[in-house]
T-cell receptor, first 114, second 116 residues
Framework: GNSVTQMEGPVTLSEEAFLTINCTYT??????LFWYVQYPGEGLQLLLK?????DKGSNKGFEATYRKETTSFHLEKGSVQVSDSAVYFC?????????????FGQGTILTVHP | NAGVTQTPKFRILKIGQSMTLQCTQD?????MYWYRQDPGMGLKLIYY???????DKGEVPNGYNVSRSTTEDFPLRLELAAPSQTSVYFC???????????????FGPGTRLLVL
């Protein structure tokens, strides 16, 4: 079946540091890939997405590229801010008859210090 | 638009009690989902619905029931609460996707449930 694996957390960085959160997936066919962010006490919000190989999703300075050859969708940001402290989830959905059901990674806690 | 709303925000249940978690969306979305989030784990799908009157099991349905009598509402029922159901529950909804389009799921703020 489909699965998503994220790098172990938590991740602690200083403000303006470079961020990478690794995400790899196992899926049949060609899934769509997502990064969701969960700020403290809130629900999940879509951060970015990519629907086919070599697509790059970007939002709020975050980027991720859909790499079919390595089955990866790593999240990057060049300069993190304290306000980026949150839990980040990588997820996939497989088209066809999946009815949009998301498969999530376990989440990575990011803490950014001033 | 309020988006996806959930009530209550927090609840403590005793073992064996029952309760219903409410979820409402005002975006006229066909698809709705219930997930649970356990500490250190990703979200697991409990049940989902593709439209009024149509529901199906997800990955972890045991101990739960759902109904979908209207497009807007998708309540989740716990009949006999167990400590293993202590979790944070998220409801989500999604519109119909067009050809080549992958619609986004919108999440509610969550319900934190503690079973003692």
């Amino acid at each position: 079946g489909n699965s998503v694996t994220q790098m172990e957390g938590p991740v602690t960085l200083s403000e303006e540091a470079f961020l990478t959160i690794n995400c790899t997936y196992t899926a049949t066919g060609y899934p769509s890939l997502f990064w969701y962010v969960q700020y403290p006490g809130e629900g999940l919000q879509l951060l970015l997405k990519a629907t086919k190989a070599d697509d790059k999703g970007s939002n709020k300075g975050f980027e991720a590229t859909y790499r079919k050859e390595t089955t990866s969708f790593h999240l990057e940001k060049g300069s993190v801010q304290v306000s980026d402290s949150a839990v980040y989830f990588c997820a996939l959905v497989y088209g066809g008859t999946s009815y949009g059901k998301l498969t999530f990674g376990q989440g990575t806690i990011l803490t950014v210090h001033p | 638009n309020a988006g996806v709303t959930q009530t209550p925000k927090f609840r403590i249940l005793k073992i064996g009690q029952s309760m219903t978690l409410q979820c409402t969306q005002d975006m006229n979305h066909n698809y709705m989902y219930w997930y649970r989030q356990d500490p250190g784990m990703g979200l697991k799908l409990i049940y989902y619905s593709v439209g009024a009157g149509i529901t199906d099991k997800g990955e972890v349905p045991n101990g739960y029931n759902v109904s979908r009598s209207t497009t807007e509402d998708f309540p989740l029922r716990l009949e006999l609460a167990a400590p293993s159901q202590t979790s944070v529950y998220f409801c989500a909804s999604r519109g119909l996707a067009g050809i080549g389009v992958m619609e986004t799921q919108y999440f509610g703020p969550g319900t934190r449930l503690l079973v003692l």
